[in-house]
């Protein structure tokens, strides 16, 4: 096992993930930024610009798709071989902190947890959907909505194998 030294990024790194195949790997940061990395040759390949900070990231199990929780915004949605951004979904609400984005395990559905004024949801969205509407300010109607109790706050979720 050899130590492995990337850079790419001038603040935090959030997240890291790697694709279904393992060939590439994504981070994440607060410097409104995805980079992209070969793992074969350990080069950086793609950034991906956000333009808010990043807090959470998932791809597409055929890595067609890179999902991007862009924290004031809401998701962003990029295709990964051209790095053009193919839809952008809003998430409701006045002050929204976009915690967390998810990909079912069947890539149909992903999972969106926020805040908006102290409240704390998880909302279910349908991929298809949310990319026929690609970057039209139409509000994108969820599968499925999740409100916390007053005295609680969702900060995590995971998709069983099920989805």
Avoid at 61 to 79: C, E, N, P, R
Avoid at 94 to 123: C, H, M, N, T
């Amino acid at each position: 096992m050899q130590p492995i030294y990337l850079t790419g990024h001038f603040r935090p790194v959030l997240k890291v993930q790697f694709n279904y195949d393992g060939d590439l790997l994504f981070t994440c940061s607060d410097d409104q930024t995805v980079c992209m990395y070969n793992t074969y040759v350990l080069e950086r390949i793609g950034c991906f610009q956000i333009k808010d900070s990043c807090k959470s990231i998932d791809i597409t199990k055929d890595s067609k798709y890179l999902l991007a929780a862009a924290t004031t915004v809401g998701i962003k949605i990029f295709d990964v071989m051209t790095g053009e951004q193919k839809a952008e979904l809003k998430v409701p609400g006045a002050v929204v902190k976009v915690k967390q984005v998810e990909l079912a395990f069947s890539d149909k559905q992903f999972i969106v947890i926020y805040e908006d004024r102290g409240e704390s949801f998880l909302k279910i969205y349908d991929l298809k959907k949310v990319l026929a509407n690609g970057m039209t300010k139409e509000f994108v109607e969820p599968v499925r909505t999740i409100k916390a109790p007053k005295d609680h706050e969702i900060n995590c979720a995971r998709w069983g194998p099920l989805d």
